[in-house]
Every structure is written in C-alpha cells, then in structure tokens.
C-alpha cells in the first residue's frame, strides 16, 4: 500500500521572493516521490501528473491541514479524483511518518535553496530534478 504524503510549503528564490512548492514523499516506502513550484493550478497539475507518471496512484494520501494551503488541497482532490483516485485526502496526524515527512522536506527545501535559483524556472529544475529526503543525492526518474 502506498502513501503520499503532500507537503506544501514556501522556498525562496535569491531575490528573497517566496515561491509556493509541493512536496510529494511516499511514506510506505520513505522515497521522495515529487516535487515543483505550485503556485498555479497548472504547476500543481504537472506536479501531480509528473509524480503520477512516476509511481502511478497512491493508495493514501495525507497532508498536514494549513490554511495557508487550502485552495491547494481542493485543487489536489479534484485533480486526483479525474484520475480515479476516489479516498480523498486525509489529515495526517502526529506519528513516525510525520516526523520522517518533516525531515525530509526541510532536506529537500534546504537543498534546493543551496542552488540559489533565481527564477521560478530554475527552481522548478532544482525540484524537478528530485533530492534524495536523505540528503542532497539526485534520485532517478
């Protein structure tokens, strides 16, 4: 059974501008599954379908409930549901993968600000191009 765990949050750019990312790790497996600026529904939809692509669909998927990243969970069951994923996102709740999933993405987000991308497109690339939750080793697509 796999379990994505989705993980929005906030990355900077050299600039200092704040860019809106997603964060795709697959809990069952402690695997970075995707990642990728998100501050459209369109960006959100390649993040998705990327990591679809990738992994096929989860079994779960949970997120850490945040106002600040609402409209990002609606957009994420809808576009989820067109692919025939029918459970719903549900709400994670404090435990081991929780802990993991936190890690993971603060590696990840550091990793990919050490690039110090100066435009939303090269800090796609950095997410693009996948970080190891572990470090900052590039995992195969």
């Given at each position: 059974m796999t379990t994505w765990h989705l993980n929005?949050?906030?990355?900077?750019?050299?600039d200092g501008t704040y860019l809106r990312v997603l964060l795709i790790v697959d809990t069952s497996r402690r695997r970075f599954v995707g990642a990728?600026?998100?501050?459209?529904?369109g960006d959100l939809e390649d993040v998705l379908r990327g990591s679809i692509a990738k992994d096929g669909l989860p079994d779960v998927v949970?997120?850490?409930?945040?106002?600040?990243?609402?409209?990002?969970?609606?957009?994420?069951?809808?576009?989820?549901?067109g692919h025939g994923f029918r459970p719903g996102v549900e709400a994670a709740y404090l435990d081991d993968?929780?802990?993991?999933?936190?890690e993971s993405a603060r590696h990840i987000s550091k990793a990919a600000e050490r690039t110090k991308p100066a435009t939303k497109a090269e800090l796609a690339d950095a997410l693009h191009n996948g970080l190891?939750?572990?470090?900052?080793?590039p995992v195969g697509r």
């Open positions: 929005p949050t906030f990355l900077r750019l050299a990728g600026v998100a501050e459209s529904d949970r997120h850490l409930p945040n106002h600040l990243f609402d409209d990002l969970t609606g957009s994420i069951t809808r576009f989820l549901a993968d929780l802990v993991w999933v936190l190891d939750p572990v470090g900052t080793a």
